[in-house]
């Protein structure tokens, strides 16, 4: 666990590290992430990104947040599809961290703080993550903090030219 880990609800000054750590990572990501059009990688495209989250937080759909390391930006962490309603309270978790940050803990304690935001803040009864069957970095990440995964779906994302599976994973908070 890294103790100068932490999250918050991202800004729009967070649009250029996050617009320079996807160019730099364009390669080390594009298996395991959809295609993205240009803008996606400017700031100015970022910034677009950044305001589109903060509407849906704002909405109640999704907490969208950053991973910060010694009060730098070096990841994301948002908690998506929030289904607030009494009768299904769930949300479904979705992170990256640099590759210059990857492999210090950083993403487990990121998933952590999260996982608080979802029963304190949100008040969530299960959380939710898919994973590429061969992502096996974050499958650890996810065992780590309680999930299980619970079955695999079949032909669901399209990357890297082709149809994939996803790993479905689950934690319910109370466990």
Same mark, same amino acid.
């Given at each position: 666990?890294?103790?100068?880990t932490?999250i918050?609800?991202?800004?729009p ?16 990501f ?26 849906g937080?704002?909405? /109640?759909?999704?907490? +969208?947040?950053?991973? $910060?390391?010694? #009060?730098? @930006?070096?990841?994301? &962490?948002?908690v /998506?599809?929030?289904? +607030?309603q009494?009768? $299904?309270?769930? #949300?479904? @978790?979705?992170?990256? &961290? ?43 990440v996810l ?24 790993l479905?994973?689950?934690?319910i908070?109370?466990?």
């Open positions: 666990m890294h103790n100068s932490r918050r609800l991202i800004e000054t967070d649009a250029a590290p996050i617009a320079a750590h996807r160019v730099r990572d364009f390669e080390a594009r298996a395991w992430e959809p295609a993205q059009p240009a803008d996606f990688f400017t700031p100015e495209g970022q910034t677009e990104r950044i305001d589109k989250l903060l509407a937080y704002r909405a /109640g759909t999704v907490w +969208p947040g950053v991973v $910060l390391a010694d #009060g730098q @930006v070096i990841g994301q &962490i948002t /998506g599809g929030i289904l +607030p009494p009768h $299904l309270r769930r #949300g479904s @978790v979705g992170y990256w &961290i640099a590759s210059v940050a990857q492999n210090q803990g950083h993403a487990g304690h990121a998933l952590g703080l999260v996982l608080q935001v979802m029963t304190d803040e949100l008040g969530l009864h299960r959380a939710e993550a898919s994973t590429n069957l061969a992502n096996l970095p974050s499958q650890r065992r780590r903090n309680g999930f299980s995964p619970y079955g695999v779906a079949h032909s669901s994302i399209f990357l890297d030219g082709s149809w994939q599976d996803g479905l994973w689950e934690r908070m109370s466990d």
